[in-house]
């Protein structure tokens, strides 16, 4: 098994490629090592010391690292984790124990205005930040204001402010004159 690796945007965050399918729909964020506890794979790549995120996209593992490591110093054993768990034959997620993101359900008057926020964000946005290792929710609109949520390589990224000023509330703006502002969220 050949495991690639890409950097991404936030030098905390390195995401790996395994070369197979890690989630068939969705994704998964393990923000602390509590949060793993249905997940063999998150559970040993946070037993690597170091570690203090793990999210999981279609064809890859993002891991976030303590500022106080370097990843040459934690990343092949990163690698050994993800390629060990690929030859134990566990699942990356047991049986109802997946954490797969979507989209906050959101009805009433502004109920087409976020359909469509939805479909940009499917569309246009959800690609790109998957490509930098990440994943961006939608949590809901109030008011001409977006709320999201940004997980994996994303959350906490130096230029996650700029990501969604610059660039969601500009797309947005652009196509749905009703949002005036996106604003981030913790969850």
Known sequence: MFIQTESTPNPATLKFLPGQTVLDAGTADFPTVEAAGKSPLAQRIFAVGGVTGVFFGNDFVTVTKDDTVEWDHIKPA???????????????????????????EHTGEDGEIVNQIKELLDSRVRPAVAQDGGDITFHGFDRGVVYLHMQGACAGCPSSTLTLKMGIENLLRHYIPEVTEVRPVAV
């Open 78 to 104: 990163v690698l050994g984790a993800v390629m060990e768990h690929y030859q134990s034959g566990q699942p990356v997620i047991d049986e109802g124990g997946q954490q797969a993101s979507g989209h906050a």
